[in-house]
């Protein structure tokens, strides 16, 4: 099946740092990633759709100049969280679209982020 | 907006079979799916269903009623490694896009 990754896998940073974490499709392209955040004993939320080449769409209450998203390639995006604060401590988790032979998503083993 | 409902947790048999079951209320359904999640890692795909009726594979099975917005997961021969939240995932348009909305998930507790 199809894979994707996501790198790092966790990171531990300080109050008001920035914070990149890469999400690639290892042996596919996607035209279109997801990434969603998820508290613990929560469901998964999706923040953002990634598009690539063209703006993310942000869901209702993601700020969009807090999560920075950039999906530059049809393998890569990138979820920059700017000025972390700790209640953004969180598992976040993108996946890809695919659409043949049946449309699903294949998910990244998260990135668990903890701001002191 | 989505609702999607499944029951919070649930405890079985290994050996057993279970059936969780899962009701949803959206506009553009576009499909439904159902992911595995151990604790601490990410969903991984089980089944997707956009047609009413079963899907089979292995031990999992994966039934869809469109019409009364309602689907469920069976587990058949439960395996101690199947103890995961199970999540119920409805694919709807919006935006020009399709988006999924997750359930709150199953937590199903397989015991000896």
Known sequence: ?116 | GQNIDQPTEMTATEGAIVQINCTYQTSGFNGLFWYQQHAGEAPTFLSYNVLDGLEEKGRFSSFLSRSKGYSYLLLKELQMKDSASYLCAVRHSGAGSYQLTFGKGTKLSVIP
């Open chain 1, 1 to 116: 099946g199809a894979v994707v990754s996501q790198h790092p896998s966790r990171v531990i940073c300080k109050s008001g740092t920035s914070v990149k974490i890469e999400c690639r499709s290892l042996d596919f392209q996607a035209t279109t990633m997801f990434w969603y955040r998820q508290f613990p004993k929560k469901s998964l939320m999706l923040m953002a759709t990634s598009n690539e080449g063209s703006k993310a769409t942000y869901e209702q209450g993601v700020e969009k100049d807090k999560f920075l998203i950039n999906h530059a390639s049809l393998t890569l995006s990138t979820l920059t969280v700017t000025s972390a604060h700790p209640e953004d401590s969180s598992f976040y988790i993108c996946s890809a679209r695919v659409r043949a032979p049946r449309e699903t998503q294949y998910f990244g083993p998260g990135t668990r982020l903890l701001v002191l």
